[in-house]
């Protein structure tokens, strides 16, 4: 059997030109890179920050326990009075976003399901088609081979003979 794609392929690490394709690849990435960070959490229990700007110049900032108290660590102080301008831009960002950590949860259980029905239905495709090559006689006639066809009669002939048996024993009590 031929396969239809070629799968994954390796991509070459440039800069994509093409700005509709850029936009999507950057935001399943980042995707990609939040649920990986909190994955990182949650096995290691370690503290993160994220900060990431899109090609747009959005910021997207994801941290645990938070954005304020890494930020806060970071620059040496408990709170983060004092920062910058765009630090602060980024903080508020957070505050404003909803729960981060609790979205990428729910992502991760949204694919976990979509995985299992994802092999549910293959395994009912599968057996769908394995049903199929076993029950040869509901296909069309069209599509037998001359063994099938003179089976197929000689099956018929058969069920006949009992039909027209057990017409006859009710007939004649």
Avoid at 17 to 42: A, D, P, Q
Avoid at 70 to 79: A, K, N
Avoid at 137 to 157: T, V
């Amino acid at each position: 059997m031929v396969k239809a794609n070629k799968g994954r392929q390796r991509i070459t690490m440039a800069k994509m030109k093409n700005e509709s394709n850029l936009k999507v690849t950057f935001c399943k990435r980042k995707s990609g890179l939040f649920k990986k960070f909190s994955e990182l959490i949650t096995l290691c229990g370690a503290e993160v920050l994220l900060l990431v700007f899109s090609p747009t110049n959005r910021v997207f900032s994801y941290g645990h326990p938070s954005v304020e108290e890494i930020v806060g660590r970071l620059f040496g102080s408990s709170s983060p009075t004092g920062l910058s301008s765009e630090t602060q831009q980024m903080i508020e960002s957070y505050r404003s976003s909803t729960n981060i950590r609790e979205l990428n949860s729910n992502v991760m259980q949204v694919e976990e399901l979509m995985e299992v029905e994802e092999q549910h239905a293959k395994q009912i495709n599968h057996n769908k088609k394995v049903g199929q090559d076993q029950r040869w006689w509901e296909r069309s006639n069209k599509e037998m081979n001359y063994q099938q066809l003179e089976h197929l009669k000689m099956s018929l002939l058969n069920l006949n003979a009992i039909v027209t048996q057990k017409m006859l024993e009710f007939s004649n009590p």
